[in-house]
C-alpha cells in the first residue's frame, strides 16, 4: 500500500471520530499510541525476534482479544500503565489518556484498520511519510492551533539542503515540535551516503539527533514520528519534554535547525492569593546570553549560539521583529555580527505558515573562537517576499520554488557567491558564458537580472552603521505599489490582509494581556 492510500484511509476514519467528538490532534495522538503497541508486537516476530518493551499483559494481542467494555477498561488500564514506564515508553505514553466515546469504534480502528497491516515491514519512507501526512492534515486544522508546532516541508528541505548535514555530526533541533527538521537531516544524510557502515547507521539512529520540545503532546508526536522514520529506540530517547531556554543543557552540537515558537513574549500565569490571576514576564537570566530579555526569538537565537561547537553551523527561522527590534535586539544582533560568521539571510514572504500574521526569515550562521576582529565580513541576503505571492491552499510554497536560493547560496562552495542584483549605476559585469546562470531566472536577460535580482551582499561595516544595527534589509521594487496591472489576484490580497489582521490582533492581545497584568499587580 503506498503513502497517499494508507493516510486516505487512516484520515477517512478521523472523520467518522469528528462525528463522536474526538478532534484531529486526538485522533493522531490516539493513532499513536495504537500504532506504536503493533509495531512493538510486529517487531517480537521473524525475522526480528526482538523482546518486546511492552509487559505482555498489555501487549497488542491483550487489545485483539477483546471487545466492548472490557476493551474500552484495558486501554484505558494500558495507557495508564505505559505512561509510568521509563524510556520510549514513558516518553510516548505519559499523560496518555483514552479519548474514544464508543467501545465500537476503537474496536475498529484497531482491528479492521491498524491489524491489517504490517507496519514494521513498510519502509521507513512508507509509513513514516504516512505519519507526516497525517500531521500535515493535522496541522490544516486551524481550531487546533498544531500549525504552530508545523513547519513547511519546502522550506525544510531548502533548508536542510544549503546545510548538507554529514555522517558523525549530531544535529540538534531545540524547538524540534513534531520533528521536521530532525526527520529532514536523517534523510538527507542517508540520500547523500548511499554506502553507510552498520555502525554509522547505529550512530545515525541512536547518537545523531537531539529535540527539545516544551509541550507533551507534541514531544510525543515527534517521537513517534523519528521512531517511524527509524530513529530512537527503547534505550535511545532523541526527544527531551523540557523549556530547552530555561538552562545551558551542557550538550554541544554540531548542526543546528529550528523553528522557535512564534509569540513575541515569554509569560507565566501566576495564581495568588483568593485566587487572583496576574502575568508575569519570563525574563531568562542566563550567563551564557549576551543580554537579559523577555523576547522568546531573541533568547532562542542566543541559545543556539550556546548549543553549538565551535565552529558548528545554524539556520534559525525568525521573525522580523529579530532583525531590527532595538534595546536587547540590537546589543545580541551587533554581539552575533562579531562572535560569529553571519554570512545568509533569507526573508520569507507571508502565506507560508498555518500561524497567520508571520512575517518570517531564515538567519544562517556560524559559531567561531574568540576574536577582537568580527568574524562577519559580507551578509548575503535573499529577498523570497518582494513581489511573491503565496497561499496555503491555492499557491503553496514547493520545493521549487527555493531552487535559486539554493542555487544562489552555493552549498558546495558558499564562499563562492555571485550576486544576481546589480546596482543600476554601475556597469554591468562581463557578458556571460554561453549557459552561464540560465538556472537561476531563465527568463529575464541580464540587465533585467541585474535591477530584479534577489541575492546581494553587505559589507560588515554597512551593516553595523545602520540604525539599530538592523537587519531588515529590502531593496526590490514593490511592483504592486506602481503598478495596477501587476497586483496579485483577490484570494492573494484576501489572503494577506488576513495575515497582517492577524498580526495585529497578536499584537493587541499582548498589548491588553501586559495592562491587565499591570492593573492586578498595582
Known sequence: MNT??????????????????????????????????????ERTKAPYNQKSPVPEQYGWPSLIKKDGDELFDHYRHTLETLGNQKGLLGLIFNKSQNKFQDPAKLRRLVVDLIDKEQWVSMSADVKGDAYEGLLEKNAQDTKSGAGQYFTPRPLI??????????????????????????????????????????????????????????????????????????????????????DSLAADPGE???????????????????????????????????????????NKQLNFVQHVKTLLKQNGRAAVVVPDNVLFEGGAGETIRRKLLHDCDVHTLLRLPTG??????????????????????????????????????????????????LDEFVQCYNPANRHDRKPTWFDESAPLPSPLAEGEGTALTPALSQGERGLKGRWRAYDYEELINRDKASLDIFWLKDESLSDSDNLPAPEVIAAEIVEDLAAALAQFREIAGDLTGTAERD
Request: aromatic fraction near 10%; charged fraction near 25%; hydrophobic fraction near 40%.
Open 157 to 242: 528541505q531548502a533548508i536542510v539542503d544549503v546545510m548538507a548535514p554529514k555522517p558523525g555530526e549530531t544535529v540538534c533541533d531545540p524547538a524540534c515540535g513534531t520533528g521536521g527538521f530532525l526527520l529532514a537531516a536523517h534523510d538527507y544524510v542517508v540520500k547523500h551516503n548511499p554506502h553507510l557502515t552498520k555502525e554509522e547507521r547505529r550512530r545515525l539512529r541512536e547518537e545523531t539527533f537531539k529535540g527539545w520540545e516544551l509541550v507533551q503532546a507534541t514531544a510525543r508526536l515527534a517521537a513517534m514520528n523519528m521512531l517511524l522514520h527509524g530513529i530512537g529506540s527503547q534505550d535511545f530517547e532523541p526527544i527531551v519534554v523540557s
Open 4 to 41: 497517499s492510500t494508507i493516510v486516505q484511509k487512516l484520515w477517512n476514519y478521523c472523520n467518522v471520530l469528528r462525528d463522536d467528538g474526538m478532534s484531529y490532534g486526538d485522533y493522531v495522538e490516539q493513532l499513536t499510541y495504537l500504532l506504536f503497541l503493533k509495531m512493538a508486537d
Open 252 to 294: 554541544r552540537f554540531d548542526v543546528i535547525l529550528t523553528n522557535p515558537p512564534f509569540g513575541k513574549k515569554s509569560s507565566t500565569t501566576i495564581v495568588g492569593e483568593e485566587g487572583k490571576v496576574s502575568r508575569e514576564r519570563d525574563i531568562v537570566e542566563r550567563g551564557d546570553f549576551w543580554a537579559t530579555t523577555s
Open 352 to 401: 507560508l505558515f498555518y500561524a497567520q500574521g508571520v512575517k518570517a526569515n531564515v538567519l544562517f550562521f556560524d559559531k567561531k573562537p574568540a576574536s577582537e576582529t568580527p568574524w562577519t565580513k559580507k551578509l548575503w541576503i535573499y529577498d523570497l517576499r518582494t513581489n511573491m505571492h503565496f497561499t496555503l491552499k491555492t499557491n503553496p510554497l514547493k520545493r521549487e520554488d
